[in-house]
């Protein structure tokens, strides 16, 4: 290949990361009850493949043709039942990338509702929804524990193809896992830190 065709592949290409297979955009849903704020979160259904029953914002995958923010709109329409309208997107808090090859986009949304009684979720997804004060948790930091991360290769790796062979030092990484107690409620893991970014821009420690 000539480098007048690299050229061409290579110039105002926007780049983007590798490895990611999947994007989702969830939305961290802020509501006012008699002059105090709160987070809205969502209990999964117990019959869902992945992550029954935990803790989760609403969200999922971002499907072609819609911004990350549509996503995070239209999963929370559809989780909690409630008309897009009702959701006024108030901004953007930082992406996370995982070490499990997803992206996750966070918004933050004030839902329009004056209590929770009149949000009937959708069961398919949701099997309920509490509320977290957001002075709680300004007040409250999350415990914290760490997570290793370890390669594990192929039975058929080809070890005799590398440095070092069956004693090549691979890298290994780690990466903190929050939770926050509240009430009975346990919310961790990726929720934990999407919930701890919103607070720590609100400090504005981020």
Request: proline share 5%; aromatic share 12%; charged share 30%.
């Amino acid at each position: 290949m000539k480098i007048d065709k690299i050229k061409n592949k290579i110039k105002n290409r926007i780049p983007g990361p590798m490895r990611i297979e999947r994007y989702y955009s969830v939305l961290i849903p802020v509501i006012e009850i008699n002059n105090k704020t709160y987070i809205l979160y969502e209990v999964r259904a117990d019959h869902l493949s992945t992550q029954p029953g935990e803790i989760s914002f609403p969200g999922g995958r971002v499907e072609r043709g819609e911004t990350f923010c549509q996503g995070a709109v239209r999963e929370c329409s559809e989780e909690l039942n409630i008309a897009e309208e009702k959701i006024d997107v108030l901004g953007e808090i930082d992406y996370l990338i995982t070490p499990f090859n997803f992206i996750i986009y966070a918004f933050v949304a004030q839902i329009d509702i004056d209590n929770l009684y009149g949000i009937e979720v959708n069961k398919n997804e949701v099997k309920e929804i509490f509320k977290v004060p957001v002075d709680y948790l300004m007040i409250h930091k999350p415990e914290e524990y760490r997570a290793e991360l370890k390669s594990e290769m192929d039975n058929n790796f080809p070890y005799h193809l590398i440095p070092g062979g069956e004693e090549y030092n691979h890298r290994r990484s780690s990466y903190t896992v929050y939770f926050y107690r509240y009430e009975d409620r346990i919310i961790w893991g990726i929720t934990a830190e999407i919930s701890k970014n919103f607070i720590d821009i609100l400090k504005n420690r981020v």
